[in-house]
């Protein structure tokens, strides 16, 4: 019910997760004079119409090949995926726009030899493909867009290398960090559908009520009769976000207040927790390493997040939504 589709378009498409909170920095389009084919202005440099569309094709193609052409009309709180899609592929060209910029005033660099190497493989890989050589031709992804777009692959990656170094994330201090990182939670929820029941349940557990006889009561979960809204033990990224923060932000015997999700409101009570220490007795030294690497780059994404979220809160971010085509 709670799990969350973790495929990844592209490198650099994960930047699109960054962009939660960028709207506390935008300033609306109502601007007199915008160039039509502006889409966004970031510290006063453009983003124009053709760069989105390019950008965009790519990721229309993924979505149609993975969902079919129905994804699009398809709505989410209230938006169709389409709208949240183009919304997202915006807000990955500001982000890599910021760290652009930022990249160009640290003197981070990618040599121009990993550039044409990389350049060189995609187009033997193209040679061979002729459907996907006939989609880069029809969408005018000409050599310019591909350089640009493996350049700033290997920017973000540089960009990402210079962080760990500033930050000291060294394999000691990652060691010393993830043994006591918390890789898995057990909890139990009750949800229910309606707010204002939902708050009335709350009040009953904080009133110090059993907490699985309000489940087995009031909780609309499916799944509720049998489990008793005990979802067992579940690691990061199993649930939707929402739910899952709440979760893993917990103390054992700890009752969250309403944790709202497209499903309802959920009052969640944490059971358990499991960090990589717990995990050795339970788990071959390979799954240890492997979740050990997973805790790490967990880690460094987190504190790449916390740096995009620095530079948008010092940026001067304009987006122009109705210009997109």
């Known amino acids: 019910m709670f799990q ?17 909170t960028l709207a506390a920095c935008q300033q609306p389009g109502d601007k007199p004079g915008v160039d039509e084919n502006v889409i966004a ?6 983003i124009y119409n053709e760069s989105f569309e390019k950008n965009f094709s ?3 193609k993924r979505y149609n090949e993975w969902y079919t052409e129905n994804i699009w009309s398809q709505e ?3 938006k169709t995926v389409l709208e949240i899609v183009k919304g ?23 040599e121009e030899a990993k550039i044409e190497e ?4 995609f187009k033997d890989r193209l040679d061979q493909d002729e459907e996907l050589k006939t989609f880069y031709a029809d969408n005018n992804l000409d050599d310019e867009f591909v350089k640009k777009q493996i350049t700033m692959e290997m920017l973000v990656a540089e960009y990402e290398k210079a962080l760990i170094d500033e930050l000291g994330l060294n394999e000691e201090k990652l060691d010393e960090i993830t043994k006591d990182y918390v890789v898995q939670v057990r909890a ?6 309606d707010e204002a029941k939902a708050k009335e349940i709350l009040e009953k557990v904080k009133a110090g009520e059993d907490f699985t006889t309000l489940v087995k009561e009031h909780s609309e979960d499916p799944t509720a009769k049998d489990n008793a809204g005990d979802l067992g033990y579940f690691s990061r990224n199993a649930m939707v976000p929402q739910f899952e923060e709440a979760a893993f932000s917990l103390e054992v015997g700890e009752v969250s207040d309403l944790v709202q999700t497209e499903y309802g409101y959920h009052i969640i009570k944490l059971e358990g927790k499991k960090t990589i220490e717990d995990l050795k007795e339970e788990i071959s030294e390979e799954e240890l390493e492997l979740e050990k690497q997973n805790v790490e780059s967990k880690i460094i994404q987190d504190k790449f997040i916390e740096r995009i979220e620095e530079l948008k809160s010092k940026a001067e971010i304009e ?4 210009n997109l085509k």
């Open 4 to 20: 969350i589709n973790k495929r990844i378009l592209s490198i650099t498409l994960i930047l699109t997760f960054l962009m939660a």
């Open 41 to 46: 202005n970031v510290n006063g440099v453009n």
């Open 58 to 60: 790519i990721v229309e």
């Open 76 to 78: 989410i709180n209230g």
């Open 88 to 110: 997202q592929v915006l807000d990955k060209l500001i982000t890599e726009e910021l760290i652009k910029q930022e990249a160009d005033k640290k003197g981070i660099t990618v």
């Open 118 to 121: 990389t350049y060189n493989s």
């Open 188 to 193: 139990k929820h009750i949800l229910i559908k």
């Open 319 to 322: 987006r122009f939504e109705e």
